[in-house]
């Protein structure tokens, strides 16, 4: 670990989690000794027309809570995402790649801003009310909302510049150059692979859509959160299931007409004619730390591809200079095909 890294940890760990942490702390304190003062159902929700929403006191609590929770969620997956599994095989010794990342940057400072935001308005929703004997004279508290959605911004900005900036991967690094495979002028070559999101990914995005899609039933079957959030977390689901079932895995096919990678759905597809191709060389990725994620990703480096896990990927630089990354097995020997073919278009 270099320098650099330890500095940027060192900086999230205060800014992306100490201090969120710290904020949430207090705020629920403060809400602990103001819930015996305030009416019981407490008023939860506000609208033009005034209070529309009521709930037990300790809501609030469990919406700080909630805050905590993302805030510790944030910061794992920022610690942790360099060293994740690649594709079930544990994560391989390699300094080369990135340990820390700009997302791990802007992960910390949303963690400092929403703590700021959500601990306003728990205090103000909470305090409107204290000595009153009915929620629904609680006073609106729409422009301290507004406020705070102005205090979140500044301190996600103070939150990015607390934090030192950490030199983007050289990708070329870990590169090997492709040799293309001996072939007759009357083989033809086919090499056909598939791109899949790891198991560890698939564990997340299975628990992330069987969570919301379960919300959106409770919520639909009690009438809670009324008819707009309900439709809300339909559409939610119904984005996340089809964007689980057109980027879960991708088949690659390396042939004479170039390089095509398609969604087992049928759509989203990419194609790199070989006349297009001008160099190609397998390299090893890391998503959070080089494209910010997992997906269909654009890397901060101008890289850009279908990118599911850590490990052996298969880049191609086209002729305009544009690169394009797929995350194979066997990348090594994907690079060989596809740098075969390009040279017997040339």
């Not at 602990?32 to 305030?38: D, S, T």
């Not at 609680?138 to 705070?148: C, E, F």
Request: glycine share 10%; proline share 5%; hydrophobic share 55%.
């Amino acid at each position: 670990m270099t320098a650099d890294v330890r500095r940027a940890r060192n900086a999230f760990l205060w800014v992306g989690v100490i201090i969120p942490l710290a904020v949430l702390a207090v705020s629920a304190v403060i809400v602990v000794l103001w819930l015996p003062e305030i009416p019981e159902p407490a008023a939860t929700h506000w609208s033009e027309s005034g209070v529309d929403g009521f709930g037990p006191g300790w809501i609030y609590l469990a919406i700080l809570g909630g805050t905590a929770v993302m805030v510790l969620a944030f910061a794992l997956l920022s610690w942790f995402a360099h060293r994740l599994p690649e594709n079930g095989r544990p994560a391989a010794a390699d300094t080369e790649r990135p340990q820390w990342s700009t997302t791990a940057r802007f992960l910390g400072a949303m963690s400092l801003g929403v703590a700021a935001l959500i601990s306003l308005v728990c205090l103000v929703g909470v305090g409107s009310q204290r000595g009153r004997a009915d929620a629904a004279d609680a006073p609106d508290i729409g422009l301290t909302v507004l406020v705070g959605f102005v205090l979140m911004a500044g301190a996600v900005t103070l939150g990015w510049f607390l934090q030192p900036s950490t030199p983007l991967p050289d990708s070329s690094r870990t590169a090997t150059p492709a040799d293309p495979l001996t072939t007759s002028a009357t083989e033809r070559l086919v090499w056909i692979g598939t791109a899949a999101i790891a198991r560890t990914g698939r564990t997340v995005i299975a628990g992330t859509l069987l969570l919301v899609c379960a919300l959106a039933a409770v919520m639909i079957a009690t009438g809670s959160g009324g008819t707009i959030t309900a439709i809300i977390m339909l559409v939610t689901c119904a984005i996340l299931i089809a964007v689980t079932i057109t980027t879960f895995a991708f088949r690659v096919r390396i042939g004479p007409a170039g390089l095509l990678v398609r969604s087992r759905a049928g759509w989203p597809k990419f194609e790199i004619p070989a006349a297009d191709i001008a160099s190609v060389r397998a390299t090893v990725v890391d998503p959070f730390g080089e494209f910010g994620g997992w997906g269909l990703r654009y890397g901060l480096d101008g890289r850009y591809g279908v990118v599911l896990r850590r490990g052996e990927a298969l880049e191609v630089t086209c002729v305009g200079g544009r690169r394009f990354v797929v995350t194979v097995d066997d990348a090594q020997t994907a690079a060989a095909a596809l740098a075969a073919v390009a040279r017997k278009e040339a």
